[in-house]
């Protein structure tokens, strides 16, 4: 008689219903809508490519990183960095330029687009300031007002 040896059963497989944080993110840029904005502008591309060369290369370089990496593993180094407060939710690429000048870029991660396979690291956003100054109040509420603009539509307004 030839013994039987138990099988221990494999775990069941998990469905997956949408992108995971876990996931490499796509990079996109915010574009407001024709409703909002009749020309439509990329408030967050627009920031950036207006800033010198070395700023916008070094601030691709961390867009790039952090999408890849995902960014909840992302060891920031300063220049990733989640927001507190007024902006809790809101994450900002922080890239120190020449003649002592500061680039942020303003970002979400958004788990919910409809039609995408991967999750969105959506650049909304970005201003710059003088060294060792703030932004002000009204700097922040334009930029959540974006973000706002921007997860008000599904499927979302990007470029």
Not at 26 to 42: C, L, M, N, T, W
Not at 132 to 148: K, P, Q
Request: aromatic share 8%; net charge positive; charged share 30%.
């Amino acid at each position: 008689m030839v013994s039987q040896k138990k099988r221990k059963k494999a775990p069941a497989p998990s469905v997956r219903t949408g992108p995971s944080p876990n996931d490499a993110h796509d990079i996109v840029y915010f574009k407001r809508h024709a409703e909002d904005a009749p020309g439509q502008s990329e408030p967050g591309r627009d920031a950036l490519q207006s800033w010198p060369a070395s700023v916008r290369a070094k601030a691709n370089a961390v867009l790039i990183a952090v999408a890849a990496a995902p960014p909840k593993r992302f060891a920031g180094g300063g220049y990733w960095e989640a927001m507190k407060g007024d902006m809790s939710g809101w994450f900002e690429v922080r890239i120190d330029g020449p003649k002592r000048h500061h680039y942020r870029l303003f970002c979400l991660l958004d788990y919910e687009a409809e039609g995408r396979d991967k999750p969105l690291l959506v650049v909304v956003d970005g201003r710059d300031k003088p060294f060792r100054t703030t932004l002000s109040d009204s700097d922040y509420m334009a930029v959540r007002a974006m973000g706002e603009e921007y997860l008000r539509r599904n499927p979302r307004s990007i470029a």
